[in-house]
């Protein structure tokens, strides 16, 4: 078992969020939430200096913990283009990025960006997206607007709806990565009743909450990504296993960093606030986390989950 | 990244599946009932697996085992565990009471205590807690005074599992006091057949033999039961610890049983309210997710590292796992009518999960001492 990403692939990761960092970090999210058309060409430069999209996921495994490890950096700074949905792009479809759709009302975080984004149903089938308006400032949108669907007759094939589902969430796994940190520096610094708040135990144990779900997503990622490397056949159950997780998650992990941080963690002068604002497409799109669950169960109905016991093996 | 384990851990899996199938009741729900043929099977089983070198397969080859890696350790935590752990209380001997011994042990210690674990034929208990003396272990008053060549051992332990049939005691107790409650503390390996030892069983909602009052009443022992130096015995101890540092692989039995549901449910499957369908699948990644997390720290410990915070977070994981997987699953369970001998086994074996997974957040280092210890780490780090 190898169960870390290559070192490469995790100084890859490093570099890209130090890029980033210089390029102006969380100023980035800020600039795009105030012209939404810029979001395009304030990430697309930096990123472009490493080689981030020349990224193909699906040609390597270096490629893929490549894009895994790019994709973690991007959430931490909260990246105002959707990375994880260009470089999930179906290989036989020209286009700047696909998301992936689903529901009565199909949305995606695409308010600002031109070009050609496609829509991919987690069946595979591909659709030409064309955005609505937006409704409401970037501010409250976090770029999402609502999508209308016409299809194209393409296909993506199942490990590129995989990929679709799982590079995301690294993404977001990037953004719980920050929100932990940043509590935990926060608790360490900031003190009351004349200790620090990490002196108080009912502190560390919601700090260690949030640091349990955090890693399992972590693990889950690895493994996701792995199984779409190896070329598995359920490779898209364990992308929504992950992205069940991973909603899950976020949902305990922004809980408890909001709380940890008081009313500080409610002002733009915190990054906190942005991670978490941002963090909604992701946690949302393109099913809500009881839709996630729905999903996840309608198709391992029967075999369930790959692991150490199939169903016939179960019964001894 | 690479998940697959290798042939060998997996043609170790299905020997161990092969082993049960043959020589483990498919009603077996572990060593600990009224039945003592239950227990037979258990003794059984691990002289069984003794012979076949596969009971202390990850000790050094110099004590009989042959040194099998992390990985493999790992299959055969998680194959005894989903079958109900039919090695009955071995585990224990073999998991830390053996390498505690071959550590720290004299030679004549070595010799006296190792071969009789190797082949299965000795059971451990644990002399650690105390009624006032839980969580905060090291507060133990257990008291060992010398007079003359001997030591001799008063106080009352508790919650000790398995001392109704154990030989022998791996026993923490007080052999001075000093100005840190930690110092001053020797391990004593004491044969529970002494007749100023008294064992009082605990009626418990696990079943017999889990919880046990054991009481030492001037218990007269020689320097040989020492293990280690006198006074130093809380480092032999968070030795012991580390020795479990990953524990019980809850999440196997978890998985098996969620993954028998919908075998065993039939067509009353689709009859489930979706949300405890939709539960059902949460819990299947949950189990992955807890894996996942025994595997980090299955590969740290293999590459010589060691991040304890790693091991803490699996641990509060795992037991929450147990408890919300017997959620579930009883209300699968109770959803159905389960009439056929396959239904009822099913039904038999969720409850037994329920009533386990009760003690999981306790047992063993409750998941306060986890949130503890990850605490620790996470605001220690840099």
């Given at each position: 078992?190898?169960?870390?990403?290559?070192?490469?692939?995790?100084?890859?990761?490093?570099?890209?969020?130090?890029?980033?960092?210089?390029?102006?970090?969380?100023?980035?999210?800020?600039?795009?939430?105030?012209?939404?058309?810029?979001?395009?060409?304030?990430?697309?430069?930096?990123?472009?200096?490493?080689?981030?999209?020349?990224?193909?996921?699906?040609?390597?495994?270096?490629?893929?913990?490549?894009?895994?490890?790019?994709?973690?950096?991007?959430?931490?700074?909260?990246?105002?283009?959707?990375?994880?949905?260009?470089?999930?792009?179906?290989?036989?479809?020209?286009?700047?990025?696909?998301?992936?759709?689903?529901?009565?009302?199909?949305?995606?975080?695409?308010?600002?960006?031109?070009?050609?984004?496609?829509?991919?149903?987690?069946?595979?089938?591909?659709?030409?997206?064309?955005?609505?308006?937006?409704?409401?400032?970037?501010?409250?949108?976090?770029?999402?607007?609502?999508?209308?669907?016409?299809?194209?007759?393409?296909r993506a094939a199942p490990a590129e709806v995989a990929l679709a589902v799982a590079l995301p969430c690294w993404s977001l796994l990037g953004m719980l990565d920050r929100a932990v940190e940043m509590t935990r520096g926060y608790v360490i610094e900031r003190q009351q009743f004349g200790q620090p708040l990490s002196r108080f135990q009912s502190v560390q144990f919601q700090l260690t909450d949030a640091e349990v779900e955090r890693l399992g997503v972590e693990e889950l990622a690895k493994y996701s990504l792995w199984s779409i490397e190896a070329g598995r056949a359920d490779a898209l159950d364990d992308a929504l296993a992950l992205r069940l997780a991973a909603v899950e998650a976020a949902a305990v992990v922004f809980r408890i960093c909001h709380q940890l941080h008081g009313a500080i963690g409610f002002c733009d002068e915190t990054p906190l606030s942005w991670l978490s604002r941002s963090s909604q497409p992701l946690r949302r799109l393109p099913t809500n986390p009881a839709a996630t669950r729905a999903e996840l169960g309608s198709r391992i109905e029967g075999r369930g989950l790959a692991g150490l016991y199939t169903p016939e093996e179960a019964r001894r | 990244l690479d998940y697959e384990m290798g042939h060998w851990v997996a043609s170790l899996r299905s020997e161990l599946r092969e082993l049960v199938a043959e020589h483990v009741p498919v009603d077996y729900l572990g060593a600990f009932t009224a039945d003592p043929a239950d227990l037979e099977i258990a003794q059984a089983f691990c002289r069984l697996l003794a012979e076949r070198?596969?009971?202390?397969?990850?000790?050094?080859?110099?004590?009989?085992?042959?040194g099998a890696s992390g990985w493999e350790q790992t299959a055969v935590r998680e194959e005894m565990w989903a079958l109900h752990e039919p090695r009955g209380a071995q585990y224990m001997g073999v998991n830390w009471v053996g390498p505690t011994i071959m550590r720290h042990g004299t030679a004549e210690q070595r010799r006296r205590h190792l071969p009789p674990i190797a082949s299965g034929e000795v059971i451990w208990c644990q002399g650690f807690s105390e009624p006032d003396s839980g969580s905060d272990l090291a507060s133990l008053s257990t008291g060992a005074r010398r007079d003359g060549d001997e030591w001799v051992i008063s106080g009352q332990k508790i919650w000790t599992s398995y001392a109704t049939m154990a030989q022998w005691c791996f026993l923490l107790a007080r052999t001075s006091r000093e100005e840190r409650k930690q110092q001053g503390l020797t391990v004593f390996l004491v044969p529970m057949a002494d007749p100023a030892i008294e064992v009082r069983p605990i009626d418990c909602m696990m079943g017999p033999h889990h919880l046990n009052e054991v009481f030492f009443d001037e218990v007269r022992v020689d320097d040989g039961a020492v293990l280690g130096t006198v006074g130093d015995g809380w480092s032999t101890v968070q030795e012991v610890l580390a020795f479990e540092r990953v524990g019980i692989a809850r999440y196997a039995r978890c998985e098996r049983l969620l993954q028998w549901a919908p075998v065993a449910l039939g067509d009353q499957w689709a009859d489930l309210p979706p949300e405890l369908a939709a539960g059902w699948a949460r819990m299947l990644v949950h189990c992955r997710r807890s894996r996942l997390l025994a595997y980090r720290v299955v590969a740290t410990q293999d590459s010589g590292q060691v991040r304890p915070g790693d091991a803490a977070a699996y641990r509060i994981a795992v037991t929450r796992l147990d408890q919300e997987s017997a959620e579930v699953l009883m209300d699968i369970v109770g959803c159905a009518s389960l009439g056929s001998d396959e239904q009822r086994r099913f039904a038999r074996a969720v409850e037994d999960h329920h009533r386990y997974s009760v003690a999981a957040t306790v047992s063993s280092g409750s998941i306060e001492m986890q949130r503890i210890l990850l605490s620790r780490t996470l605001l220690a780090a840099s």
């Open positions: 078992v190898r169960n870390e990403l290559t070192d490469e692939a995790l100084e890859y990761g490093t570099l890209v969020a130090r890029a980033v960092e210089a390029a102006g970090g969380d100023a980035l999210a800020a600039a795009a939430e105030d012209d939404p058309s810029r979001r395009r060409d304030l990430v697309w430069p930096v990123l472009s200096e490493l080689g981030a999209w020349e990224l193909e996921p699906l040609t390597s495994a270096d490629e893929a913990e490549a894009a895994a490890a790019l994709c973690r950096a991007a959430g931490r700074w909260a990246l105002p283009f959707p990375v994880a949905a260009h470089l999930s792009r179906p290989a036989e479809v020209d286009a700047e990025g696909a998301f992936v759709v689903a529901g009565a009302r199909p949305a995606a975080p695409l308010d600002g960006l031109g070009g050609r984004w496609v829509g991919v149903t987690l069946d595979g089938d591909v659709a030409d997206i064309r955005a609505r308006p937006a409704d409401r400032p970037a501010r409250k949108s976090a770029f999402v607007v609502e999508l209308e669907l016409e299809p194209t007759g393409l | 070198g596969l009971l202390c397969m990850a000790w050094p080859e110099e004590f009989g085992g042959r």
